[in-house]
């Protein structure tokens, strides 16, 4: 068992108590992590605020931090990536591949420029706006994409001037705890943090006085508590949370194209991602060559341990999903659903749920209305492409959606009617750094990528110089 530790002011801070790590893949615990203590988690804000005094005004300082964290990482790919699949479950390259990206991603927003702004400057006044950053940011993340998701929040944070309290999801504390070590000697002390434990620790930091600012990531019944506690001093918080993304197949595509490209948007990471296809409606006349395409897709899928050579798919990351997963299926086929494959957790150890496509199901039934986060896929035929886009509509989800079509006008037409953060024409779930990411209704509050993300960890500071004289009044628009 390796030795994983919180960094706390640049340093590891001593283990006084641990919780257990699962591989999934195993149901085996295999580590154990720190519980950080409440006196922990106050040295570690208190680290924060008193690196941020000069973080934050040091822009050049803040990218050579960032490049090097970016080349750190990259020396350390492999080896954390390993960790992350023994403590997720996903495929082995998934893992690597996400801690590569996180490289990127503080390139990316090392090089961002964030623009002055002048909004008047003429013979009455001269008028700035500049984004000054918000403070310590208190980062609570989730297990699904522990490393991604982690540096979704650090690296902006960085570039806005930020300082970070970073906790991960007791499911999955390793590799973040290793991002932690991995920067100790890159970062200045008290910059980031790194601090794991149970539940309760993500209530402490947002209850917590010092951070201005919370970064969550997870479900939305946490999202909703996170928003009540960090309201009691007015914290600015950002909300990405989860997400039941319908897919509406036009009846201008060939079923057998749209079916292989959609099986890959609903099962990467065995479901569990915030913005993967969790609802296909076609049209009923397309369904059971849809159906027979995904089946054929779901039956060739290579589920294992996400370790070994060639696994396209690993198990589901802890227990109370896998279980949450079982039972969702379960209900489904009681109430007359069919399992058109699947159906059933995979014999042996480990918490494995076969690819499972689900027919003769709709609304009414936990899930098509909730999200699964799993490999289970309900398929939903409509008749009149206006009732698709209301079915798809009538949820308190709207994180993303897509629509598929040949037809690029229709298919904008109808893109334009989808209450969701985002939707994809022809594709599902791609995200890049210059497009805002946002959850509309319960699935979040803010947006993150690019400037968005710089937003989200700044406040603005208006500078009026005025040129009319100090005397003078000069009446405008809000008088
Ligand atoms: P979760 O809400 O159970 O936990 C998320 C984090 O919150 C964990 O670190 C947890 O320890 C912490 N936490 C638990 N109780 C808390 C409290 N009272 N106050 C503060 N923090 C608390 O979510 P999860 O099961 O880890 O993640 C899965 C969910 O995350 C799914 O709904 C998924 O859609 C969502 N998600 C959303 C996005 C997005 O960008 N929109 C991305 C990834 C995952």
């Known amino acids: 068992m390796g030795e994983y530790t919180m960094t706390i002011n640049g340093s590891a801070a001593e283990t006084l108590a641990t919780i257990d790590v699962v591989n999934p893949a195993t149901g085996q615990v295999f580590a154990k992590a720190p519980d950080c203590s409440r006196a922990q988690l106050d040295h570690a804000m208190k680290s924060a605020h008193k690196a941020f005094g000069s973080w934050k005004d040091d822009l050049a ?91 979704n929040t650090v690296a902006p944070a960085f570039r806005a001037g930020c300082t970070v309290v970073l906790k991960p999801s007791p499911f999955t504390p390793l590799v973040t705890l290793m991002l932690g070590e991995v920067l100790r000697d890159v970062v200045p002390a008290g910059v980031l943090n790194v601090i794991s434990g149970a539940d309760p620790l993500g209530q402490w930091m947002t209850e917590h006085p010092v951070p201005r600012g919370v970064s969550f990531t997870g479900s939305i019944a946490t999202g909703k508590k996170v928003n009540v506690s960090a309201a009691s001093d007015l914290k600015r918080v950002l909300l990405e949370l989860g997400g039941n993304d319908p897919a509406i197949v036009l009846d201008d595509v060939d079923p057998v194209d749209v079916a292989d490209v959609l099986f890959g948007r609903a099962f990467m990471n065995a479901g569990q991602i915030c913005m993967a296809v969790k609802r296909v409606f076609v049209p009923e006349a397309m369904h059971d060559a849809i159906v027979a395409e995904l089946a054929v897709k779901a039956r060739a ?33 009681e109430a007359g659903a069919t ?136 009446p405008n628009s809000t008088d």
């Open 61 to 151: 300082l803040r990218r050579d931090v960032m490049y090097a964290c970016a080349a750190a990482l990259e020396d350390a790919a492999e080896e954390m990536g390993r960790i992350a699949t023994m403590e997720q479950g996903f495929p082995l390259a998934m893992g690597v591949m996400g801690v590569r990206r996180s490289a990127e991603n503080f390139r990316y927003y090392a090089d961002l420029e964030t623009p002055r702004l002048v909004v008047q400057d003429d013979e009455n006044a001269l008028i700035e706006v500049v984004q000054v950053p918000l403070g310590v940011i208190a980062a609570i993340k989730p297990w699904n994409v522990p490393i991604g998701m982690a540096v």
């Open 339 to 474: 399992a058109v494959t699947g159906g059933a957790p995979l014999a042996g150890e480990g918490y494995f749920y076969a690819p499972t496509i689900l027919t003769g199901i709709a609304e009414g039934t936990r899930i098509v209305d909730e999200e699964q986060f799993g490999p289970a896929l309900p398929i939903l035929p409509y008749r009149d492409l206006n009732e698709a886009i209301e079915r798809a509509n009538a949820t308190t989800f709207g994180l993303g959606s897509s629509v598929w079509s040949n037809d690029p006008e229709r298919a904008h037409a109808v893109a334009e009617q989808l209450e969701a953060g985002t939707t994809w024409i022809n594709t599902h779930a791609m995200l890049g750094h210059v497009q805002p990411f946002v959850g509309r209704k319960w699935s979040g509050l803010g947006a993150e990528n690019g400037q968005y993300s710089i937003s989200a960890y700044t406040d603005l500071h208006t500078i009026y110089t005025s040129r009319a004289g100090a005397t003078t009044y000069v």
């Open 301 to 333: 899928l290579k589920v294992g341990n996400g370790l070994d050579e060639g696994v396209e798919m690993g198990p589901l990351n802890n227990k109370p999903q896998f279980e949450r997963v079982s039972a969702l299926v379960a209900e489904a086929v």
